[in-house]
Nanobody
Framework: QLQLMESGGGLVQPGGSLRLSCAAS????????IGWFRQAPGKEREGVSC????????NYADSVKGRFTISRDNAKNTVYLQMNSLKPEDTAVYYC?????????????????WGQGTQVTVSS
């Protein structure tokens, strides 16, 4: 059974850090780009970051540049999103998704498989 599962979300104070994981089972992520998206209540789902299949190319939304770092470990079939200096406006459900490529447009239609999401809440 194909499955993409996010983990690592939680409640953190402003300025804190979290590391999200996106683990695949039933298929290998080696050949795919992975994107991280987030959706806050009442807002559209937006692209946050993506990484190409080899890990040699990454992209970040302006809102997270310098604070978030995406990486992948193909041996573990897992992609990570390290989130530092978190702000209340980072509060959202975070999703990972699979795409043939990573671009700065984050067109959701290009992502053909999605996880169920993990909640990140930044609050004091």
């Amino acid at each position: 059974q194909l499955q993409l599962m996010e983990s690592g979300g939680g409640l953190v104070q402003p300025g804190g850090s979290l590391r999200l994981s996106c683990a695949a089972s039933g298929f290998t992520l080696d050949y795919y780009a992975i994107g991280w998206f987030r959706q806050a209540p009442g807002k559209e789902r937006e692209g946050v970051s993506c990484i190409n299949s080899s890990g040699g190319s990454t992209n970040y939304a302006d809102s997270v540049k310098g604070r978030f770092t995406i990486s992948r470990d193909n041996a573990k079939n897992t992609v990570y999103l390290q989130m530092n200096s978190l702000k209340p406006e980072d509060t959202a459900v975070y999703y990972c998704a699979v795409s043939p490529y990573c671009t700065d447009t984050y067109v959701k239609a290009h992502y053909f498989y999605w996880g169920q999401g993990t909640q990140v809440t930044v609050s004091s």
